[in-house]
């Protein structure tokens, strides 16, 4: 008895593990500093939640369409049109249970088994696993801390075979708040445009959370639309994770194979949630900027609290909420034993950024990510959608337990 090889070829989510041994440690009675979820820590706003008990009382709790309801789809286009400047029809929408699986569907609609898949590194550890899903071969290309996690166009060349069927591209970036502006965005382009096989997922699920000025699509290239699958959400920009609520903008033929997969094995997305979702986008956008600025302060005091570390090396995310600092100064390094011989870590050797992220949780209480999930394994990601005061705590913490390494 064993389960299928295509499950057997995924690994488990690196975030949600940690974030168990995190609740592991908190059921001990141990204060855990929990750094490791990219969830915003803000309540859904009042108008949002409003609209989904008004829907309640209106009885909205019936099936609904499998690629979302019609209202929903004009408001996205709506939404689309005003703030990114691209014309969507309500038939290239499709709505899904949150942007994890709009970005499946699309993978699973796009790749044969054997299609390439390029996927900049780091990336948000699901994208390779979607891609095993689907039969596809994962093809990462490295991008490094000097040059802020960003691929270069020559890089995207290089990786590029008569096999690749898809680029995966976040902008702003999980792990690294890696931001790609309007003119790195039309040198890729130019790169893609001169192989016409190869198809583009945009996860901007990110895109309000950016701290450099206006957001860039892929799809507003000219040239790229056509050949783009955008994806967004609702979960980081209103607050709003649990209701599980993204969808994809994309040329007709794969909105309607995206919608036809749906319809297979998960259907409509929630009808409360899509109506909550709708409120969202066709109200005030007050609230989104009020968090995008809280944001951007713990940020800025993130990144200070952390080049005051020894051995982390920082540079400045653009966007989204994570701080993904290169930390492989600790490697090969253990903790100095106390007087009372009691530090676990006194015999263990830190020997990559999975153990330092261990490291962290049981000396510091803080739990972190190793980067070696994200394809960046001198690295480790820390989210920063806390309070200030639990940011500084967990700094402080961490700057103390680093202090222990010899």
């Known amino acids: 008895m064993k389960l299928s090889d295509r499950l057997l070829s995924l690994s488990p989510s690196a975030t949600f593990a940690m974030s168990a041994k995190s609740a592991e440690l908190k059921a001990q009675g141990i204060d855990v500093i929990n750094m490791s979820v990219g969830e915003p820590d803000f309540d859904t706003p009042e108008f949002i939640k409003d609209a989904a008990k008004e829907s309640i009382d209106r009885n909205i709790t019936r099936y609904s369409p499998v690629p979302g309801y019609a209202d929903l789809k004009q408001s996205i286009c709506n939404k689309l049109s005003s ?32 299609d390439e898949v390029i996927i900049p590194a780091p990336f948000w550890v699901s994208y390779p696993q979607m891609v095993k899903l689907a039969g596809g071969v994962p093809v990462h290309v490295t991008a ?19 096999r690749t069927r898809l680029l995966i591209l976040c902008s702003p970036c999980n792990p690294t708040g890696s931001v790609y502006s309007h003119e790195e965005l039309e040198a890729l382009a130019e790169v893609l445009l001169r192989h016409e096989d190869v198809l583009v997922i945009s996860d901007e699920i990110y895109e309000h959370l950016n701290y450099i000025g206006s957001h860039a699509s892929l799809a507003s290239v000219p040239g790229m639309k056509e050949r783009t699958v955008l994806v967004n959400g609702v979960s980081k920009a209103y607050a709003m994770t649990g209701w599980r609520i993204g969808f994809i903008a994309a040329p007709e033929w794969i909105a309607k194979g995206c919608s036809l997969l749906q319809g297979q094995y998960t259907s409509g997305p929630c009808s409360i949630s899509q109506k909550a979702a709708q409120a969202a986008w066709d109200g005030d956008q007050t609230c989104v900027e009020t968090m995008r600025q809280a944001f951007e302060r713990r940020r800025d005091l993130i990144v200070r609290l952390a080049r005051e570390i020894p051995g982390l090396e920082v540079n400045v995310p653009q966007g989204a909420f994570y701080l993904f600092p290169k930390c492989s100064g600790c490697f090969g390094k253990t903790v100095c034993p106390s007087t009372d011989g009691a530090d676990s870590w006194a015999s263990r050797v830190i020997e990559n950024s999975t153990d330092f992220a261990m490291f962290l949780l049981e000396d510091a209480h ?5 980067g070696d999930a994200f394809g960046g394994p001198e690295c480790f990601r820390m989210s920063f959608a806390l309070s200030d005061k639990l940011i500084e705590e967990a700094m402080h913490r961490i700057r103390n337990s680093v202090a222990k390494l010899r």
């Open 366 to 370: 803080v739990a972190t990510v190793g």
């Open 83 to 114: 703030e990114n400047g691209l014309d969507f029809k309500p038939s290239q929408i499709v709505v899904s249970n949150g942007a994890k699986q709009s970005i499946t569907n699309a993978v699973m609609a796009l790749v044969n088994p054997g």
């Open 144 to 162: 490094g801390i000097e040059n802020d996690f960003k691929i270069t166009p020559e890089q995207l060349e290089s990786a590029i075979t008569p």
